[in-house]
């Protein structure tokens, strides 16, 4: 099993009933492998679709939970900046359970010069909004992905908010940027 | 026509819709003219009311009441990312509303973009069924209109500029709301999570 087939069966195992993602070439594998589970091509299927943005993505799979059912959105550690309004003001506020997985970016293996000026505070920006924070890298396996984004998804719908899981692929089997 | 009389207008037709409302001014002028539990007020998150329109009309079962999004051009012009998105997905069953008084009417009535920019011709250029009113009875007859499209459905009015007077703010905690309304969700159109 690879890290991103891990990551794919463990939103499902989550119960989850609708993917959004926003593309990035880290979590572009996550996506195929939702979409192929959910017999779909194409970069869309039933029950998963993409957004242009990470703040609509929060809205549209956050309203998922009025129906008693879990939305969870996948995407890159970068787009948080664009999403902190909605996760705040709607899904924490509204007590709404989400499952995010993001890959992380700006880390070991990054090529880019300036996104780590994102992606580096943001574990300690997103807990400093109140959002739980699950962290993962190398120093565990694929079976280790896949439970823990699974307990993330439950986690959400116990706690009633919206559960942040953090990947960072370097020194797996995936892809860093 | 002024806000209010337009959204004592949409309050009697959406009684059995879900109803996701904008913030400010406008959630707290339908709340005074109807309190309904099919009311999901965002009492804050400007821009996301067709985010979450568009997510719940994905969600419920697509033979329920149309679920209606009731949004002011300041706000749909901060996402405005909710036109090609909800033309891309074109859930069936989804009917925005559009209040356009050309102004940021809860924040110093600072203008929007709306004098220059045709919002109904955007709607319609990313995919949107659209109609047009400014006028009570006009709102009434689009509104009917739109309810036998199948696909997303714009429905742009055009009211005057100001807000109602005396109306009292929406104190209420978000969690209220969201409990009273996922409720009435269930009760009224069998939405559970058993059909996951």
Request: proline share 5%.
């Amino acid at each position: 099993m690879t890290y991103a087939q891990a990551v794919a069966d463990g939103i499902w195992a989550a119960g989850t009933a609708r993917v959004g993602y926003i593309p990035s070439v880290t979590v572009a594998p996550i996506v195929t492998a939702l979409i192929a589970s959910d017999g779909g091509a194409d970069g869309s299927s039933p029950r998963v679709t993409p957004l242009s943005r990470e703040e609509e993505a929060i809205g549209v799979l956050g309203a998922v939970a009025f129906t008693g059912r879990l939305g969870a959105v996948v995407m890159q550690d970068n787009g948080f900046g664009n999403a902190l309004t909605a996760l705040t003001t709607f899904t924490l506020s509204y007590h709404l359970p989400l499952l995010v997985f993001a890959n992380t970016r700006g880390g070991l293996g990054e090529y880019n010069s300036m996104i780590h000026s994102i992606s580096q505070p943001m574990p300690a920006v997103l807990r400093a909004v109140g959002l739980p924070v699950i962290e993962l890298d190398r120093r565990s396996g694929p079976e280790d992905w896949h439970d823990t984004v699974r307990e993330a998804g439950t986690h959400a719908v116990m706690t009633y908010r919206p559960v942040v899981v953090l990947g960072s692929f370097w020194n797996t089997d995936g892809k860093v940027a | 026509m002024k806000r209010i009389e337009a959204l004592g207008v949409l309050a009697g037709l959406t009684e059995r819709h879900p109803v996701v409302v904008t913030c400010a001014a406008t959630s707290r002028e339908l709340a005074s003219v109807r309190d309904r539990d099919n009311h999901l007020y965002l009492l804050d998150a400007m821009g996301l009311v067709g985010s979450v329109a568009t997510g719940l009309a994905l969600s419920v079962d697509p033979s329920a009441p149309k679920v209606v999004g009731i949004e002011g051009d300041g706000s749909l012009l901060m996402n405005p990312n909710v036109l090609p998105t909800g033309g891309y997905l074109a859930p069936s069953n989804l009917l925005l509303v559009l209040l356009d008084n050309g102004v940021y009417g809860s924040t110093g009535a600072l203008p929007t973009y709306s004098a220059r920019i045709d919002l109904e011709r955007l709607a319609a250029a990313a995919g949107w069924t659209t109609r047009r009113a400014d006028t009570p009875d006009g709102l009434r007859a689009a509104f009917g209109e739109l309810l036998t499209v199948t696909g997303p459905a714009f429905l742009y009015a055009r009211i005057e500029e100001g807000n109602a007077q005396g109306i009292e703010k929406l104190l209420i905690d978000p969690v209220t709301i969201t409990g009273r309304f996922t409720r009435w969700l269930r009760e009224v159109h069998a939405v559970s999570g058993a059909d996951a």
